[in-house]
């Protein structure tokens, strides 16, 4: 039935429309496992062992999918029998290429049923994982983080309890997230594999979103049915711009008996579930479905291998310079929603009308200290002191100084001195 006004409908109508509601749902046992990691690591062979499946080594597409369909048996069996009670899940794990220009690309699904699992090796820079708590705890505040260590055969045990306490000690401190799982990866014999796929299982039936636990909400069976017709249609969308139309997504709503005024529910519950990409925010977009996740991981990573020649600010680009990037994969009326893309993840900061800052290609050398200089010739120092340091703090900050005043900007580049008088 069509949703009622809650704020003049009589209660017995509200109560009517949220039984009607709850009859034509169930409960909906399907998570994304946003598996994220530094190359080498061994995210894909970790990936074989949980799905008994052969994951490929290696994909040109920044992200790699694979269905995991499993079992949790909860403890309550409530007299009944292992089968009986068991629930079945099912896991589609985004492994999310190591190449630096594929590096954030996770954030820009809006995922919200999602657990994040951060794969490194024993030896390895612990910094790194570090990194990756810190942009996800920004990103996606209060997920559920499995953080798994990978040939540990290779240290001593002295050295991994060590970086084990360490990884304890990040749990709830300012900028990181709460709900960490650490666990090892062990290949040695399928027991201790299966053992770290229950682990796995078991802190995916705990993960919450919101307060809310993922495993079992009730969705309604429309939803579910529509996603299923999105996952066929995507096997059949060709082209550099793998999207549908408005029309096309009410032809296969209606097979669903979903009514258009519940069709906006129904994309974002499939927005936020990962099965499309809609740019509700973007006018040239609103109206069209993407239906491919390597599509978006491709616009990312494109802005990362553009060249430049503004020296000394190499990290400036113009906007002629970056829809040119994408002229291939958008249509020809909709190269320009390719800047607000970038724009809305964050990927390019508008500096000024037609200049855009590009965080990735800032240097990765330390500058030159700048020349501040008093009226009495004494160098000018300021010291801060952070907890953290969040996700974008730094592009935004130097997005800031570009636009307040070129000058300022040149002292920072060392190109120029700027004085201060008293």
């Not at 999310?96 to 919200?112: E, I, L, M, P, Q």
């Not at 594999?193 to 078991?202: P, Y």
């Not at 390719?338 to 200049?355: A, G």
């Not at 120092?381 to 800031?400: M, P, V």
């Amino acid at each position: 039935s069509d949703l009622c006004d809650v704020r003049t409908s009589k209660t017995s109508d509200i109560i009517s429309m949220l039984k009607d509601s709850l009859h034509n749902s169930e409960r909906y046992y399907h998570v994304r496992l946003m598996v994220l990691g530094d190359e080498g690591c061994g995210k894909t062979k970790l990936l074989s062992a949980l799905t008994q499946q052969d994951v490929p080594k290696e994909t040109k597409e920044g992200i790699q999918i694979t269905d995991w369909k499993t079992y949790f048996y909860p403890k309550k069996l409530l007299k009944k029998s292992l089968i009986e009670s068991r629930v079945k899940y099912e896991i589609h794990c985004w492994e999310f290429a190591s190449k630096a220009k594929y590096h954030g690309a996770y954030h820009c699904f809006k995922v919200t049923r999602a657990v994040y699992m951060v794969v490194f090796k024993y030896g390895a820079e612990i910094k790194s994982v570090q990194s990756w708590l810190l942009d996800i705890e920004a990103r996606s505040p209060r997920s559920t983080v499995l953080v798994v260590g990978t040939h540990i055969e290779t240290v001593e045990a002295n050295y991994a309890a060590s970086v084990r306490a360490g990884l304890e000690e990040l749990k709830g401190k300012p900028g990181f997230p709460e709900n960490i799982n650490i666990l090892d990866a062990v290949y040695t014999s399928s027991n201790r594999v299966k053992a770290l796929r229950d682990e796995v299982v078991r802190a995916i039936s705990c993960a919450k979103s919101d307060g809310e636990v993922l495993m079992g909400k009730m969705v309604p069976k429309a939803y579910q049915s529509l996603a299923n017709l999105i996952l066929a249609e995507a096997k059949t969308v060709s082209g550099p711009f793998p999207a549908i139309d408005y029309q096309r997504l009410l032809s296969l709503a209606a097979r669903t008996k979903l009514s258009d005024k519940h069709l906006p529910q129904a994309v974002r519950f499939l927005h936020e579930n990962g099965f499309l990409i809609h740019f509700e925010n973007i006018d040239l977009l609103t109206d069209d479905y993407i239906l491919s996740p390597a599509w978006l991981c491709e616009v990312v990573a494109r802005v990362k291998e553009i060249k430049t020649a503004m020296e000394p600010y190499s990290f400036i680009v113009g906007r002629n310079a970056l829809t040119e990037l994408y002229k291939d994969i958008f249509p020809k009326d909709k190269v320009e929603a390719s800047l607000q893309i970038l724009e809305e993840f964050e990927i390019v900061l508008c500096v000024h009308d037609h200049d855009y800052l590009v965080p990735c290609l800032l240097p990765e050398k330390k500058p030159k200290p700048p020349n501040l200089k008093t009226g009495t010739g004494d160098v000018v120092h300021r010291h801060y002191r952070f907890a953290y340091i969040s996700a974008g703090f730094w592009s935004h900050l130097i997005t800031k100084i570009f636009a307040f005043h070129d000058s300022i900007a040149q002292a920072i580049s060392g190109t120029k001195e700027v004085g201060f008088s008293n």
